[in-house]
């Protein structure tokens, strides 16, 4: 499972992501929004593909409009599954 917006909300409780973890065997990655707008997205597009399932819990706003787009999803292959936490403007 990878995380994306791992800051102040994909946080979030502790207690919580443990017992997923726990409960469902999974490695998880993440990768916070601040440090996408430092890195690049190419590393999202790495993480997409080595996760089953993408969390998107990043804030919305212009540094992640669309930061999920048709590149990622094509990483995430056609057995992966996007969640979208975040605004409806991150996915695109």
Do not use: F
């Not at 499972?1 to 909300?9: C, E, P």
């Not at 409780?13 to 973890?21: G, V, W």
């Not at 094509?74 to 057995?79: C, E, Q, S, T, V």
């Amino acid at each position: 499972m990878g995380i994306l917006g791992y800051g102040r909300i994909g946080k979030g409780d502790r207690q919580a992501r443990r017992s997923l973890r726990h409960a469902h065997r999974l490695t998880t990655a993440a990768m916070s929004s601040q440090a996408l707008r430092t890195s690049s997205i190419p590393s999202l597009i790495e993480m997409a593909r080595d996760c089953d399932v993408l969390v998107a819990i990043c804030p919305g706003g212009p540094a992640t409009r669309h930061i999920v787009n048709a590149e990622v999803l094509k990483a995430l292959g056609p057995d992966g599954t996007l969640i979208n936490v975040a605004r409806g403007s991150v996915v695109g």
